[in-house]
T-cell receptor, first 116, second 113 residues
Framework: ETGVTQTPRHLVMGMTNKKSLKCEQH?????MYWYKQSAKKPLELMFV???????ENNSVPSRFSPECPNSSHLFLHLHTLQPEDSALYLC???????????????FGPGTRLTVL | DQQVKQNSPSLSVQEGRISILNCDYT??????FLWYKKYPAEGPTFLIS?????DKNEDGRFTVFLNKSAKHLSLHIVPSQPGDSAVYFC????????????FGDGTTLTVKP
């Protein structure tokens, strides 16, 4: 399989549940990202990882816990979420942190999360 | 304060005509701009980009124009095709933001056959 994959594609959970989102990239990239896209809002960057190390946490509530065991895998652990956390969660990767280069980000299809 | 804005949530054009999608930004530190295209049930895919040292970049039917003084960029698609119907996101970043692109809200383009 190529590109960036995300599982599950759809997830419905209660506020007391614990679940995890998984992202895998098959592109040999070193940087991975979690974004949140709420209805009628722009993509919001949540976390950035570079070579498995977290380089950015964009003031994300602690009920979202990322994990990056290696450069190819990225998880987002969810617990005690709120209904307003319902959104599309997108994973992305890039060759590097795309600071000075023209590296672009490659996105997965997203996980549509509904919190009841 | 939203730093990247796409003021038109939707645009409808006839097949064969030109589509013009607009994007405005406020942060003068942005020096690299990208357009992404998103189909339903898929993630955004990179379409075209432009560096701040240029004012135009062309790739086939897609051309991006950058007006730095106005902090405005636009994406031109000509001729438009029904397969171009999608949500288009404008994104911007500066070289001090490690991997951080700031996205606009998106514009939904519908190309009618």
């Amino acid at each position: 399989e190529t590109g960036v994959t995300q599982t599950p594609r759809h997830l419905v959970m209660g506020m007391t549940n614990k679940k995890s989102l998984k992202c895998e990239q098959h592109l040999g990239h070193n940087a991975m990202y979690w974004y949140k896209q709420s209805a009628k809002k722009p993509l919001e960057l949540m976390f950035v990882y570079n070579f498995k190390e977290q380089t950015e946490n964009n003031s994300v509530p602690s009920r979202f816990s990322p994990e990056c065991p290696n450069s190819s895998h990225l998880f987002l652990h969810l617990h005690t979420l709120q209904p307003e956390d319902s959104a599309l969660y997108l994973c992305a990767s890039s060759p590097g942190l795309a600071m000075l280069s023209t590296d672009t980000q490659y996105f997965g299809p997203g996980t549509r999360l509904t919190v009841l | 304060d939203q730093q990247v804005k796409q003021n038109s949530p939707s645009l409808s054009v006839q097949e064969g005509r030109i589509s013009i999608l607009n994007c405005d930004y406020t942060n003068s530190m942005f020096d690299y701009f990208l357009w992404y295209k998103k189909y339903p049930a898929e993630g955004p895919t990179f379409l075209i980009s432009i560096s701040s040292i240029k004012d135009k970049n062309e790739d086939g039917r897609f051309t991006v124009f950058l007006n730095k003084s106005a902090k405005h960029l636009s994406l031109h698609i000509v001729p438009s095709q029904p397969g171009d119907s999608a949500v288009y996101f404008c994104a911007a970043r500066g070289n001090t933001n490690a991997g951080k692109s700031t996205f606009g809200d998106g514009t939904t383009l519908t190309v009618k056959p």
